[in-house]
């Protein structure tokens, strides 16, 4: 049973660039969340998706988007890239209807130079 | 004020020794509060959820004080194996399934 798995693992993008994440939530998990970590700070919420909508976000610009597929499969898409978008992003897929269940991937780490 | 608060340490203790850990949360709404341990460079994974009468799973004592708005980690008998980022998490305030996460606090245990 594959757990959450995320891609790439690492990635270096030029300011400016645009950035796509992609995150394949545990099997039997609907719901999928999205969370930025930089070094020395704990995981902050950039959004949740459910349904292949936008059900809730976090403090973060429109730069960050994302999607939601039919087979629950999610990507982080961030434009316009700063230096200060260097973190490890990190997927965590739920349990359908209750957030139980939480269970994160190993994470991408961007490095924007 | 940050909705979690945690000492971020380190904390650099020598095998055997007994650490604890704190946390302070501001919505008072919250419903569910958790433990996660996270190594370096890796993800976060749960260590154990925080329950209102306190909860041991080993050499682990989780504790929470819902007036004061404080959860603890306990641990004991502390092992090389321990040495992570512990990260304090917290749940449920207003309906929202979202956890919030500290910062996190690193314990270091040295031979």
């Known amino acids: 049973d594959a757990g959450v798995t995320q891609s790439p693992t690492h990635l270096i993008k030029t300011r400016g660039q645009q950035v796509t994440l992609r995150c394949s939530p545990k099997?039997?998990?609907?719901?999928v969340s999205w969370y930025q970590q930089a070094l020395g700070q704990g995981p902050q919420f950039i959004f949740q998706?459910?349904?292949?909508?936008?059900?809730q976000r976090g403090n973060f610009p429109d730069r960050f988007s994302g999607h939601q597929f039919p087979n629950y499969s999610s990507e982080l898409n961030v434009n316009a890239l700063l230096l200060g978008d260097s973190a490890l992003y990190l997927c965590?897929?739920?349990?359908?209807?209750?957030?139980?269940?939480?269970?994160f991937g190993s994470g991408t780490r961007l490095t924007v130079v | 004020r940050k909705e979690v608060e945690q000492d971020p340490g380190p904390f650099n203790v020598p095998e055997g020794a007994t650490v604890a850990f704190n946390c302070t949360y501001s919505?008072?709404?919250?419903?569910?509060f958790f433990w996660y341990r996270q190594d370096c460079r890796k993800e976060p994974k749960l260590l154990m959820s925080?329950?209102?009468s306190g909860n041991e799973d080993g050499r682990f004592t989780a504790q929470l004080n819902r007036a004061s708005q404080y959860i603890s980690l306990l641990i004991r008998d502390s092992k090389l194996s321990d040495s992570a980022t512990y990260l304090c998490?917290?749940?449920?305030?207003?309906?929202?399934?979202?956890?919030?996460f500290g910062r996190g606090t690193s314990l270091i245990v040295h031979p």
């Open positions: 919505n008072s709404a919250s419903q569910s």
């Open positions: 998490v917290v749940r449920g305030a207003g309906g929202s399934y979202i956890p919030t």
């Open positions: 965590a897929s739920s349990l359908p209807g209750t957030g139980n269940g939480y269970t």
């Open positions: 998706y459910y349904e292949e909508e936008e059900r």
């Open positions: 099997s039997g998990h609907d719901t």
């Open positions: 925080v329950y209102s």
